[in-house]
């Protein structure tokens, strides 16, 4: 339960002045510096289709009660859907309850894999027809170490309609492979299984027949082939590193890794979850992912699932060949400074606060990161969303400032700690007070205009009721 911060949170919301709604923007304003209050119109629009160049996750899908991001397959069924950490104990239930998204009974579904990597829980479901496997069927379920659930998926095939009694058998069929095909793939072992090929959308009963490197589909009836796939999985690694400010916008960049990035990887250089999927990298930035083909298009962008940078250039990308370890290291040719600096804050500010409360889920979603705006000396936040600006007035780019990246993502732990009308103050004097903890100095905005400046110095003697910061809630903030 964040013991540590609800004690703090509490002990200011005691001496609390001002109000604020949910809705409201939190801008660091220096001390002496431009004290304009800034509306929702400053901020940048923050649309879902600037997620990806394709829209790819276009689609607002409501899992009880959370919005989270969704992408349809042709067939109208959901491939994909990640958002906010939503309690689903018992995976059968959650489908039953909820059949508009899943379009499939939980008493046509096999547990085709449940296992648990790195805390993170990988469920996996196949369909079936009157017991019988559907092929290509899989319904996903992802939990975050917290036990709760971050991502579903259900690429089912809900109109098959086909008699289950084959009239040919699976030899009949294999014999099929020997006489048309067998020189090309010259098998030393096969196995076959009776599966429903998804195709057409009422389904064919269908021998899968793997042999050597290849899996053919040969209709159960007629034994025309179907489809035949390379039956290899090959496996892409990656490590992605890039440099970073740690204490000041100062200072020299540090090359860190690339921890959390997500990876992606497609058949092509359109968007990359479009054909094989993506991963994220572990905390040593390292990142594997195994596929069907020899060469993929790979692309490692600032984008985490508790951060999405965007504003940037997006991360490199380039061809990989199976068995090939690519290093992707993020610098000025492929990202910009901002990308690099926020996109390590926020997330080594959600790894803090997790490790004070690893039960903790409020901010267990992808928090978008606005960078790179039009300049402005100021950052700001709101419920889902960080946001920094180019240099103004002699300041510094604010995406540069560390204290200041994980100020504002402190905002966004407290509008889903507590929700509702939380005082300026208090937001205020909790995200100084989380990042001056974080980074182990006093100062808001270090070197923000140069050598010793700052917005302000968590570290001074105002008392309660604080009369010389005219009500102003970055200074109340700071009793």
């Known amino acids: 339960m964040l013991h540590r911060i609800k004690l703090l949170f509490l002990f200011i919301v005691l001496f609390g002045l001002t109000g604020c ?63 906010p950490a939503v309690d689903a104990p018992d995976p059968m239930l959650f489908i039953q ?35 019988i496997l559907v092929a290509k069927s899989r319904v996903d379920f992802r939990y975050a170490r917290s036990g709760k659930l971050v991502m579903i998926g259900s690429d089912i095939f809900p109109f098959i309609d086909v008699a289950t009694k084959p009239s040919r058998s699976d030899n009949s069929a294999y014999q099929i492979l020997v006489s048309d095909v067998m020189e090309e793939t010259d098998p030393e072992f096969h196995n076959s299984t009776l599966v429903v090929y998804p195709a057409p959308s009422s389904g064919t009963l269908a021998w899968r027949i793997d042999a050597g490197d290849w899996r053919f589909y040969i209709d159960a009836n007629s034994g025309s082939i179907l489809e035949r796939v390379r039956n290899v999985w090959d496996a892409y690694t990656a490590t992605v590193t890039g440099g970073t400010k740690m204490t000041s916008p100062l200072d020299p960049e540090i090359t860190v890794p690339g921890s959390y990035a997500m990876v992606g990887y497609a058949n092509g250089t359109g968007w990359f979850a479009v054909t094989y999927g993506f991963g994220y990298s572990g905390l040593n930035g390292y990142s594997e992912f195994v ?99 180019r240099p103004a007035d002699g300041c510094a780019d604010t995406g540069h400032v560390p204290d200041v990246i994980i100020h504002e993502y402190a905002h966004v732990l407290t509008f889903h700690q507590y929700n509702q009308n939380v ?9 100084d007070y989380v990042a001056a903890t974080i980074t182990n100095q006093s100062d808001i905005g ?32 700071n009793v």
Request: charged share 20%; aromatic share 12%; glycine share 10%.
């Open 21 to 83: 709604s949910k809705n409201s923007i939190n801008p660091i304003v220096p001390e002496n510096g431009n004290s304009r209050q800034f509306t929702s119109d400053d901020l940048r629009s923050l649309s879902i289709d600037q997620t990806d160049p394709e829209n790819y996750w276009s689609v607002p899908l409501n899992v009880d009660g959370q919005t989270w991001a969704s992408h349809y397959n042709e067939n109208g069924t959901l491939h994909r859907a990640i958002g």
């Open 446 to 477: 270090n070197d923000i205009q140069g050598p010793g400046t700052r917005f302000r110095n968590t570290k001074n003697n105002y008392k309660w009721p604080a009369t010389e910061c005219g009500g102003e809630g970055h200074c109340v903030g």
């Open 97 to 131: 309850q909820h059949p508009d998204i899943f379009l499939v009974s939980p008493e046509n579904l096999i547990v085709m894999k449940d296992e648990i990597h790195d805390g993170i829980r990988y469920l996996i479901f196949n369909q079936t027809y009157n017991g």
């Open 291 to 389: 596929g069907t083909t020899s060469t993929a298009y790979a692309v490692a962008g600032p984008r985490s699932p508790w951060i999405n940078c965007k504003g940037g250039t997006g991360g490199p990308a380039g061809w990989v060949n199976d068995g090939e370890h690519h290093d992707y290291f993020w610098n000025d040719t492929n990202t910009v400074l901002s990308e690099r600096v926020v996109f390590y804050w926020a997330n080594a500010s959600h790894d803090y606060i997790k490790n004070i409360d690893p039960t903790f889920t409020g901010l267990d979603f992808e928090v978008t990161g606005n960078v790179n705006g039009f300049a402005m000396c100021n950052a700001m936040a709101n419920e889902n969303s960080i946001n920094f600006y």
């Open 423 to 431: 005082p300026t103050d208090v937001h205020e004097g909790c995200s």
